[in-house]
T-cell receptor
C-alpha cells in the first residue's frame, strides 16, 4: 500500500512566523511531489511542485525534497492569517497522485 | 481560459437513486482524474481516463460506480443505487499529459449528499 503521511495538526503559528509542514512517502518510485492548499469547503489549489532533491523557492513558499529520506516539506515565510487552510502533500504513483490526509495550519494575528 | 468545470456543485439524492457527476477538463487537457474526499479525510484516487479509455480504475469500488470520458462531451462519474456512505465531495482534475512531470488542476467539486 503506497502511502503519504502528514501530521494532521492543527499547526498554529503567529502572523509573520515561518510555518513548516512535513510529509513522508513510502513509494521510492515516486518522482514528482506536489503541495496543494485547500480552504474549507473548497477544492485543492496547487501551490508548488518539486521533482529534484533540494530546495525550490516561489515567493514566500519553499519546497524541500530529500529522496534518500523520502521526505518532503513546505516552508511558508511571513505567514499570514489568509494562509490558514489545510495543506495536502501528494506524490505520484505511476499514473495518479497519492494524497496525504493534510495538515491544518492556523495563523493567528 | 476556463479551468476545470464540474456540475452540479451540489447534488442531493435519496438512497437507491442514481447520481451522475460531470467534469469538463481544462481546454487542451485530455487526461481526467476523479477523486473522492470524505469528511475530514484526504483525497482518494478513484479513476484515471483519457478520451474514450479508462486507464486506471484501481481506486473505483467494484460495484455501483462507473466512469466514462467520451470522444465528445464531459467525463461522467456515475453512482448507481446510492447509499449514505457515498456522501462525499467528488473532485475531478485534469492534466495536459500523464501525472509524472505534469500538474493536475482541480475542479470545484460536486458535494453529494445521500439522504
Amino acid at each position: 500500500q503506497k502511502e503519504v503521511e502528514q501530521n494532521s495538526g492543527p499547526l498554529s503559528v503567529p502572523e509573520g512566523a515561518i510555518a513548516s509542514l512535513n510529509c513522508t512517502y513510502s513509494d521510492r518510485g515516486s518522482q514528482s511531489f506536489f503541495w496543494y492548499r485547500q480552504y474549507s469547503g473548497k477544492s485543492p489549489e496547487l501551490i508548488m511542485f518539486i521533482y529534484s532533491n533540494g530546495d525550490k523557492e516561489d515567493g514566500r513558499f519553499t519546497a524541500q525534497l530529500n529522496k534518500a529520506s523520502q521526505y518532503v516539506s513546505l516552508l511558508i515565510r511571513d505567514s499570514q492569517p489568509s494562509d490558514s487552510a489545510t495543506y495536502l502533500c501528494a506524490a505520484d504513483n505511476t499514473d495518479k497522485l497519492i494524497f496525504g490526509t493534510g495538515t491544518r495550519l492556523q495563523v493567528f494575528p | 481560459n476556463a479551468g476545470v468545470m464540474q456540475n452540479p456543485r451540489h447534488l442531493v439524492r435519496r438512497r437507491g437513486q442514481e447520481a451522475r457527476l460531470r467534469c469538463s477538463p481544462m481546454k487542451g487537457h485530455s487526461h481526467v482524474y476523479w477523486y473522492r474526499q470524505l469528511p475530514e479525510e484526504g483525497l482518494k484516487f478513484m479513476v484515471y481516463l483519457q478520451k474514450e479509455n479508462i486507464i486506471d480504475e484501481s481506486g473505483m469500488p467494484k460495484e455501483r460506480f462507473s466512469a466514462e470520458f467520451p470522444k465528445e462531451g464531459p467525463s461522467i462519474l456515475r453512482i448507481q443505487q446510492v447509499v449514505r456512505g457515498d456522501s462525499a465531495a467528488y473532485f475531478c482534475a485534469s492534466s495536459l499529459s500523464a501525472v509524472t512531470q505534469e500538474t493536475q488542476y482541480f475542479g470545484p467539486g460536486t458535494r453529494l449528499l445521500v439522504l
